[in-house]
C-alpha cells in the first residue's frame, strides 16, 4: 500500500510509472494499493471521488471534478484547486482497488508532534497528512493485516516555518532552575496519542 498528500497528482503518478518499469524488468511483483490523502481546505480529488463511489463509478465519472479558487489551506504545497490531473489520478487509484480520501488540517499539529516523539523526525504538514492519511485508513478499514505500507512523507519542517512555531507548546515563564519540573516521558506520549486516537 503506498500512501501520499495528494495535491496535483503528479507524484503518485510518478510512483505507478516506476513500479510499471520495474515491473517490466522482472523486479516489481505488483502495482501497491494507492492510497492519496488531500487535506479537507483543499479536497477537489477526494471530493470527486467520493461523489463518484457513491454513483458506483458511471460512465465517464474521471471527467467530473470540482475546481476550488483560492483554497484556504495553510499548506501551500496541497493548495492544488484546479486538478487537471484528476481523470488520470482517479483511473491509477480504482485500478490499484486503493481510495482517495482528506484529513482535517486542524489534526496536522498533533500528527507533527506525535511523529516527532516517536521517530525523531521533523514532518512538515503535508507530510502529516499523509499520516493521517494512514490512521484514517486505519480508521476505515483500508488496510489489511499483512499490508506492507510506505507513507511518502518527503517533506521536511524546514519548508514551514510558521508550522513548526506552532508546534511548540506555550510554557511558564521561569526565573531560576529550581522553577523547573523533569517532565513525565510516558505521560506525554500517552497525551500524544490520546490526542490523535480522540
Request: hydrophobic share 35%.
Amino acid at each position: 500500500v503506498y500512501i501520499q498528500a495528494l495535491s496535483g497528482g503528479t507524484g503518485p503518478l510518478g510512483i505507478a510509472k516506476a513500479c510499471r518499469e520495474l515491473e517490466s524488468m522482472k523486479l516489481f511483483k505488483k502495482m501497491p494499493r494507492f492510497i492519496l490523502t488531500q487535506t479537507d481546505k483543499c479536497s477537489p480529488m477526494a471530493d470527486a471521488w467520493a461523489e463518484a463511489k457513491k454513483k458506483g463509478f458511471p460512465k465517464g465519472w474521471e471527467k467530473s471534478y470540482p475546481i476550488y479558487h483560492d483554497p484556504e489551506t495553510i499548506i501551500p504545497t496541497l493548495a492544488t484547486g484546479y486538478p487537471k490531473t484528476y481523470p488520470s489520478v482517479s483511473k491509477l487509484v480504482l485500478e490499484s482497488g486503493g481510495e482517495i480520501n482528506d484529513f482535517p488540517e486542524e489534526d496536522t499539529i498533533p500528527i507533527t508532534r506525535l511523529v516527532a516523539y516517536e521517530s525523531a523526525v521533523r514532518i512538515g504538514p503535508a507530510a502529516a497528512i499523509a499520516v493521517g492519511g494512514f490512521f484514517r485508513s486505519l480508521s476505515d478499514g483500508l488496510l489489511k493485516e499483512g499490508d506492507i505500507v510506505i507513507i511518502n512523507v518527503g517533506e521536511g519542517i524546514r519548508r514551514a516555518p510558521g508550522f513548526m512555531a506552532k508546534l511548540i507548546y506555550s510554557t511558564t515563564h521561569v526565573d531560576s532552575i529550581g522553577q523547573c519540573t523533569l517532565m513525565d516521558r510516558e505521560k506525554y506520549r500517552k497525551k500524544l496519542w490520546d490526542d490523535i486516537l480522540k
